[in-house]
């Protein structure tokens, strides 16, 4: 890598980048949850002991047994836990500062984290219920909601 | 990755991973590296095992004692391995069939990495004579040094 500036006193320093580019298999259940935010649906899967899990999972979590039971789950929710990110780095989801929050969606009995676009920490609070914003245009990713927003 | 409107499943995702270092060669490579952009070669010679590194480390690895001062040394070495490259890989910057050397300096005991050109691959040989060809856009890295390329005179 080729060297560049000086750094205080008379040691150099130079950017050195490391990127892997994986495309990874998202398997049937996260390619069908993904498959529904391209067309803006969320979908979470049912356990066996009843319990709507969102984002869906394969296996039931208890038993081990794998789900099928897919049932529509609404784009807005609850917080139930956040934490603000003051100074977002260049792959965060948003480029100024915003939450991150564990958002359980209504007709979901498990929290999905995502991001919550706000002005500020004092915007966000647990309990705070929020909606998705979609993106104009989707691809089948966690990244089609761009965030939820805090509504009142 | 799928468009907007494609009926199909999402069955992949992109998930690149990209870690940005801050690298410091250190303060006898820096040194190292700025006297490149002279066209000069650096080492340091151990007080203990007078071994001579190039380039320089700021200690002896053999004796864990740091190492003050450096000396110039000429740009002239000889290869002692080499490879001949022949699959291409991603990011590579030379096109193969491309020898990749360990060259030591003249006076040096440690030896460098770095290419060996105008000359056949299948020609190259191990005690081959090599002197450094420069960049004519000198910077601190060993970029400056653009390859070695044979030196007629007898092998070592």
Known sequence: ?152 | MSEAAAPESVTMMDAPIRLTYSYTPGVAQSEFLRALTERRILGQRCSTCEQVYVPPRGMCARDGIALEGTFELPDTGVVSGFCIVNIPFAGQAVECPYVSASITFDGADIPIFHLVQEIDPAAVHVGMRVQAVWSEEPQPSMQTIRYFRPLEAADA
């Open chain 1, 1 to 152: 890598m080729p060297s560049s500036g000086a750094a205080p006193g008379d040691v150099l320093t130079a950017e050195h980048v490391l990127e892997y580019t994986y495309t990874r298999s998202v398997g049937p259940v996260i390619g069908r949850f993904f498959t529904g935010l391209r067309e803006q649906r969320i979908e979470g899967i049912r356990a066996r002991d009843g319990r709507v899990i969102c984002p869906p999972t394969e296996y039931d979590p208890a038993t081990g047994e794998q789900l099928d039971d897919w049932v529509p789950v609404a784009d807005a929710g609850e917080i139930t836990s956040w934490t603000w990110v003051a100074e977002p780095r260049p792959e965060h989801p948003l480029a100024e500062p915003f939450a991150w929050a564990l958002i359980r969606l209504d007709g979901s009995d498990t929290a999905m984290l995502h991001a919550v676009g706000a002005r500020a920490p004092d915007a966000v609070r647990t309990g705070a219920r929020v909606r998705a914003r979609w993106r104009a245009e989707r691809r089948g990713h966690i990244t089609d909601i761009e965030c939820f927003e805090v509504v009142e």
